[in-house]
C-alpha cells in the first residue's frame, strides 16, 4: 500500500511539474539487493577501546553483519573528497548513502545528477545541511534524518560550555598543564551563572531541553523561535518569549545558538548584529558554523567584544589548519563532538536501521524524520 501511494505521489507530481525525475527515482524502487554506501570518521586505535564505538568506519553504525545477511552491499569509507575519492567512485550505482554532520560527505547538485541509482540520502544524527536539499528535492530523492537522536547529548554538551566560559575554566586547566599558579590570571573574569540572562536562538528540541537543564541556575531565560512553546513547558523554565531577535540579543549576557542552518540563517550573525550584542557577550553555538561570519567572530574576540566563544561546529568541517577560530583568544573550540557521544551513537544507529528495514518494506518512515519528501523540504528548511 506505502509503494502504491508514492508511485501515485510521484504521478501527480510529473503531471503538475512536467517533469520525468521524480516518477524515475520513485519507481525505480525495485525489490533487490541494494548498494548502501556509509561516510563515517576512522576511530583507528580508538575502536578496540569500546564496543559500542559504532559511528566510525570500523563499527560501521553495527550494520555490516545485518545488511550483509540480507544480499546487500555495504561500502564503508570515510573517504569523501576530491574527484579520486573513495566515495567518488561509488556515485554512479549506489542507492542508498548514509551521511553524518561530525564527517559530512557534502552532497552536492553535481553528486546527485551523478548518482543515477540514488534513492535514499539518511543522515545518521541530525542536521542534513551538507546535502542540497534543493536538488534532492528537485530530483525526487528522499532525505531523512535521526530526529531526537542526540538532542541529550548536544543541550548536556552546551551546558557545558556555558559553564566553561562563564567560569573562564580553560586557562586555569592550561596553568596546571604548564605548572604555572595565578589565580589573579583566572578570577578577573570568572563570574557565577546564576542571575545572567541567556537567551536561546531556537527552542526546538535542543532549546527546549536546555531550557529546562538552566532552569535549577536561577538564570532570566529567554527564546526566540518561530514558533511558541507549549504553556505549560513555558512556565516549567519560565523562559520568556521573544519575537523580536534584535531585540532580544542586546539583553543577553550569554546567546546559545540552536537553529538549522538555511538560506535565511546562513551568515545571520555578521560584523554588524555582532556590534549590537552587548560587550562582553558570551556565545556557545553547537548548531552550525556558517550561521556565524567566521571573520567576524575573530575579530570580535580579539576586540574583546565577545568575551568568550565556544562551539564545535565550523565552516567548512574539517576545519583547516588556518582557521581563524583555532587561534582566537578567549575560545574553547572542539571538533564536531557534541552529537556523537556513545550513548547517541547507539541512538542514531539504531535509528538508521530502523528506517532502512521500512525502505526495503516500502513502508514510511516516522513522520519527523524526513527532511525532503516528495518534493517538500520540511518546514525547517524552508
Known amino acids: 500500500m506505502a509503494m ?8 501527480k507530481a510529473l503531471a503538475n511539474s512536467g517533469s520525468s525525475s521524480v516518477l524515475t527515482r520513485q519507481l525505480h524502487a525495485s525489490p533487490g539487493s541494494k548498494k548502501i554506501v556509509g561516510v563515517f570518521y576512522k576511530a583507528n586505535e580508538y575502536y578496540a577501546k569500546n564496543p559500542n564505538f559504532v559511528g566510525c568506519v570500523e ?6 553483519q545485518w545488511l550483509e545477511s540480507k544480499g546487500h552491499q ?6 569523501k573528497e576530491g574527484p579520486d575519492c573513495e566515495l567518488e567512485k561509488h556515485i554512479p550505482d549506489l542507492h542508498v548513502l548514509i551521511t553524518t554532520p561530525f564527517h559530512p560527505a557534502y552532497v552536492t547538485a553535481e553528486r546527485i545528477k551523478k548518482a543515477k541509482n540514488l534513492q535514499l540520502l539518511l543522515t545518521a544524527g541530525i542536521g542534513s545541511d ?14 531523512a534524518e535521526v530526529t531526537g537522536s542526540n538532542v541529550v547529548s548536544v543541550a548536556e554538551d552546551e551546558l557545558m560550555r556555558i559553564l566553561i566560559l562563564v567560569r573562564n575554566f580553560l586557562p586555569g586547566h592550561h596553568q596546571v598543564i604548564t605548572g604555572d599558579w595565578n589565580v589573579a590570571g583566572i578570577a578577573y573574569r570568572a ?5 545572567k540572562t541567556v537567551g536561546t536562538i531556537g527552542a526546538g528540541r535542543i532549546g527546549k531541553l536546555l531550557l529546562q537543564r538552566l532552569k535549577p541556575f536561577n538564570c532570566n531565560l529567554l527564546y526566540h523561535d518561530r514558533i511558541k512553546m507549549d504553556p505549560e513547558l513555558e512556565k516549567q523554565t519560565g523562559a520568556k518569549f521573544e519575537e523580536d531577535l534584535d531585540a532580544m540579543l542586546p539583553k543577553c549576557d550569554i546567546i546559545v545558538i540552536n537553529m538549522p542552518l538555511t538560506e535565511k540563517t546562513r551568515g545571520m550573525f555578521n560584523k554588524d548584529r555582532i556590534a549590537k550584542l ?16 567566521t571573520q567576524a567572530v575573530a575579530d570580535a574576540c580579539s576586540s574583546g567584544h565577545i568575551a568568550g566563544y565556544s562551539g564545535d561546529v565550523w565552516n567548512p568541517q574539517p576545519a583547516p589548519k588556518d582557521h581563524p577560530w583555532r587561534y582566537m583568544p578567549n575560545q574553547a573550540m572542539t571538533p564536531h563532538i557534541s552529537g556523537t557521544t556513545i550513548d547517541g551513537q547507539l541512538r542514531y544507529a539504531a535509528g538508521v536501521k530502523d528506517m532502512l528495514e521500512r525502505y526495503f518494506k516500502g513502508e514510511e518512515f516516522p513522520a519527523q524524520n524526513y527532511i525532503v519528501k516528495e518534493g517538500e523540504l520540511a518546514p525547517q528548511y524552508r
Open 191 to 195: 563570574y557565577d551563572l546564576e542571575g
Open 74 to 79: 555495504y561500502i564503508v569509507t570515510d573517504d
Open 278 to 293: 552587548k560587550k562582553g557577550v558570551l556565545i556557545v553555538n553547537n548548531a552550525r558554523g556558517a550561521i556565524i561570519d
Open 4 to 11: 502504491k501511494q508514492v508511485a501515485s505521489s510521484a504521478i
Open 130 to 143: 551538507h546535502i542540497d536539499l534543493k536538488a534532492a528535492a528537485e530530483a525526487g530523492l528522499t532525505v
Open 59 to 64: 563499527g560501521a553504525l553495527g550494520l555490516r
